[in-house]
């Protein structure tokens, strides 16, 4: 959306757009579902309005043209652009349909997209059989002696499109043998059937994904024979689903043939991954599920049944090469052409040499966490000017977590206003339940081992070397080094340039949930505290216990003086603490320490961190 600039306040000049496609076009790669063409003096008060009006109550976006719009004699360009832009085209057959020039100009533009789009066709014959309309006789044949004279060079091409789409099926209505709600009726489930193959259904919010459809754009095109598989990996949460949609979407009109298997981690445990392959092969071939009775059958089918199909396959959510192997396998068991996307947490899964393009997907950026929040919250793409300090701090506590922003953006506006500040605060601690949710599928595929190396980055470690860290847990049996590698493929750490281990916001919020909800709610159970208050507690109030692994304190000089070899020796299975020793009063927070000294100690040795340097010192 464009603003002009003598009315746009500071805050909106800063968080306009900057003309990027509407969410309906970007999503779908379409303007419109369907397209009527009719001729008004014969239908518009009968079967044309009736079957516009079932179709915008089935929520379908139907473009109904109209001869009271049209202007002057030239083909309106943008009567062209929406039937271009409209996945499926219903010509309604009347007996005068074919003295109308902008009908026939209307059809040849159909016959045109349904070549080089893809778009589908749905002829309806309305009191004239499909033999005239074929053959140009009857009340066809008397409106081309009249054009003849006046469009000599159109009516080729006229009669060559009216040949073409009269042998289409469709529904022949000639014989009045069933009513018009029957007829409707049946039209529109038709419709609904077609476009749940034609396109999948994207939020009407989508921000930031332009940039990411145009470089895949980029990698998916070229020779239209070879056959090419796009895997997507992030975090969860971050868009990866959304983002294949939108692909998926606008490559669909040029395949015949197209699946999509949603959360195929999920389906496949519930169900069983043959389910899965039982509407691969329905959905390929249009037909009824397959009885496929266990996995290797299905495979033996896919291979024979599918060879040679051109198809377009979403794969969403695959965590296991298993779920490849039953339901792709090899790139030959499909057609030339044919395209594959696949998407996962797990980068492990699409680093293989079948894939020929990956594209990682990663948290948005302010000004688009931003925009994103305002449309859920506020319905629009920037906040107003009583707003624009809690939005920021909303953005902030996210970290660019699209399934975040978009979770507290709906909650919001259902909550009274004098309590947002409270689910901030809130939120800034734990993430929502919903967002929780998802993040936790990527940490219950972890082993006990790689569970407990997240925990520990999660409580203590964001934010650390990893050779300090690493020495850390250098007799713990954890196999730490492994486990790093692990969750970074699976997107739950990233380790920078400065060997420093970093970690999502929310993902670290989850992780100290996690041993929230593990402990019991009595302090001395606790084996890990990153709370600075709870961990003085520990050590100078002697309330710490065996079970006390970690914790993290800040002290000033004269409270490290007294930090004794007693209160240490009482924290028996103390593996690492966390001390941060201020020389002033000025305040801290994790990640900025400001004139302060670090200290990691540890049974094995101590690491001091002072004013950003690192040092290691004998062991203890």
């Known amino acids: 959306?464009?603003?002009?600039?003598?009315?746009?306040?500071?805050?909106?000049?800063?968080?306009?757009q900057d003309g990027s496609p509407s969410s309906t076009s970007m999503s779908s790669g379409?303007?419109?579902?369907?397209?009527?063409?009719?001729?008004?003096?014969?239908?518009?008060?009968?079967?044309?309005?009736?079957?516009?009006?079932?179709?915008?109550?089935?929520?379908?976006?139907?473009?109904?043209?109209?001869?009271?719009?049209?202007?002057?004699?030239?083909?309106?360009?943008?009567?062209?652009?929406?039937?271009?832009?409209?996945?499926?085209?219903?010509?309604?057959?009347?007996?005068?349909?074919a003295s109308s020039k902008w009908c026939l100009n209307e059809l040849v533009q159909i016959v045109e997209c349904s070549k080089t789009r893809r778009q589908k066709i749905m002829p309806i014959f309305y009191d004239v059989t499909p033999a005239e309309v074929r053959h140009q006789i009857g009340s066809y044949e008397e409106a081309f002696l009249l054009h003849k004279e006046k469009f000599r060079t159109n009516v080729n091409k006229w009669k060559a499109a009216l040949n073409h789409v009269a042998n289409l099926n469709g529904w022949d209505n000639s014989k009045k043998n069933r009513g018009e709600g029957e007829l409707v009726d049946e039209i529109v489930q038709k419709v609904i059937d077609e476009l749940k193959t034609a396109y999948l259904l994207v939020t009407d919010c989508l921000v930031g994904v332009e940039s990411h459809v145009n470089e895949i754009d980029t990698m998916m095109c070229g020779d239209l024979e070879d056959i090419k598989i796009l895997g997507i990996h992030g975090m969860g949460g971050v868009g990866k689903t959304t983002l294949a949609k939108v692909i998926y979407n606008r490559l669909s009109h040029h395949f015949e043939a197209c699946c999509f298997l949603s959360d195929i981690k999920e389906t496949s445990e519930l169900k069983g991954i043959e389910s899965l392959q039982k509407q691969l092969i329905s959905d390929i071939l249009k037909k009824e599920r397959s009885n496929i009775s266990n996995v290797e059958e299905g495979i033996k089918t896919i291979k024979e049944r599918l060879r040679g199909q051109k198809v377009l396959v979403l794969l969403d959510d695959v965590d296991q090469m298993t779920h490849w192997d039953a339901l792709i396998g090899k790139p030959t068991w499909f057609g030339s052409g044919s395209r594959i996307i696949i998407t996962s947490r797990n980068k492990?899964?699409?680093?293989?040499?079948?894939?020929?393009?990956?594209?990682?997907?990663?948290?948005?950026?302010?000004?688009?966490?931003?925009?994103?929040f305002c449309k859920h919250a506020f319905r629009r793409d920037y906040p107003s000017d009583d707003y624009v300090a809690f939005s920021t701090e909303v953005v902030k506590s996210t970290g660019g977590l699209?399934?975040?922003?978009?979770?507290?953006?709906?909650?919001?506006?259902?909550?009274?206003?004098?309590?947002?500040?409270?689910?901030?605060?809130?939120?800034?601690?734990?993430?929502?339940?919903?967002?929780?949710?998802?993040?936790?599928?990527?940490?219950?595929?972890?082993?006990?081992?790689?569970?407990?190396?997240?925990?520990?980055?999660?409580?203590?470690?964001?934010?650390?070397?990893?050779?300090?860290?690493?020495?850390?847990?250098?007799d713990s049996n954890l196999f730490p080094e492994e486990g790093l590698e692990v969750l970074q493929k699976m997107s739950l750490i990233n380790i920078g340039e400065d060997n420093k281990l970093w970690m999502h916001d929310q993902l670290r919020g989850l992780g100290r949930d996690i041993v929230r909800q593990e402990c019991d709610k009595e302090r001395k159970k606790k084996t890990q505290l990153w709370n600075y208050a709870e961990g003085l507690d520990v050590v100078t109030e002697r309330k710490g216990t065996k079970k006390i692994e970690a914790l993290c304190r800040k002290f000033d000089a004269q409270l490290l003086y007294n930090f004794s070899n007693e209160e240490v020796e009482r924290l028996s299975n103390l593996r690492y603490a966390e001390v941060r020793v201020f020389q002033d009063n000025r305040p801290s927070n994790d990640r900025v320490y400001g004139n302060s000294t670090c200290l990691l100690l540890s049974k094995i040795g101590i690491c001091v961190c002072q004013l950003g340097r690192q040092f290691f010192l004998p062991s203890l």
């Open 1 to 16: 959306m464009q603003f002009p600039d003598m009315i746009l306040s500071k805050e909106e000049k800063l968080y306009q």
């Open 30 to 97: 379409y303007d419109y579902d369907v397209f009527l063409s009719f001729r008004g003096p014969d239908t518009r008060l009968g079967i044309t309005n009736f079957l516009y009006t079932r179709l915008l109550g089935a929520r379908i976006h139907t473009f109904k043209d109209d001869e009271e719009l049209r202007v002057g004699e030239e083909f309106g360009p943008e009567l062209l652009k929406a039937i271009s832009q409209s996945k499926i085209a219903i010509p309604i057959f009347s007996k005068g349909y």
């Open 348 to 372: 492990d899964i699409i680093d293989v040499p079948e894939v020929c393009y990956t594209h990682e997907l990663k948290s948005l950026n302010f000004n688009l966490s931003l925009q994103l």
């Open 402 to 474: 699209p399934l975040a922003l978009e979770a507290i953006g709906k909650l919001l506006p259902r909550r009274r206003k004098d309590v947002w500040d409270v689910i901030l605060k809130k939120l800034k601690q734990v993430p929502l339940s919903e967002v929780k949710q998802k993040l936790k599928i990527s940490y219950d595929c972890l082993d006990d081992c790689h569970k407990h190396i997240f925990l520990e980055i999660a409580c203590l470690f964001t934010g650390f070397d990893q050779r300090i860290v690493l020495q850390s847990w250098k």
